[in-house]
């Protein structure tokens, strides 16, 4: 069993950078691909980035390519989204989810996740 919660979001205007945390309880936090997804109204909820077990490989959806950074400590449970050069259209309720796969291709679909935080909300400002 993993829990996750989730941290950082806020209101930030055009251009300006977030960071955001999701802390996992449970033992076998390495062992599972993290990824962030986000959910803008009315829209589905989509693929942001995703890191690998070993946090040695990444994989990003294009909107977000060059102005956003993944990354894990496996030491303190916990995964990070830099969000830097933000947008508009970036705004969204933002979540880290676990999944038990092994590729990049299966840690880009939220069906295949096994546990999702709460959620926290990002509003970029124009």
């Keep these: 069993q993993v829990q996750l919660v989730e941290s950082g979001g806020g209101l930030v205007q055009a251009g300006g950078s977030l ?21 803008a109204p009315g829209k589905e909820r989509e693929f942001v980035a995703a890191i690998s077990k070993s946090g040695g490989s990444t994989n990003y959806a294009d909107s977000v390519k060059g102005r956003f950074t993944i990354s894990r400590d496996n030491a303190k449970n916990t995964v990070y989204l830099q969000m830097n050069s933000l947008k508009p259209e ?11 796969v ?3 291709i299966m840690a880009s679909m939220k069906d295949n996740y096994d546990y999702w935080g709460q ?3 990002v509003t970029v400002s124009s």
Excluded at 20 to 36: D, E, I, P, T, V
């Design 90 to 100: 970036d705004t969204a309720i933002y979540y880290c989810g676990a999944a038990a």
């Design 119 to 121: 959620g926290t909300q």
């Design 102 to 104: 092994w590729n990049f």
């Design 19 to 39: 960071r955001l945390s999701c802390a996992a309880s449970g033992r076998s936090f390495s062992g599972y691909f993290m990824g962030w997804f986000r959910q």
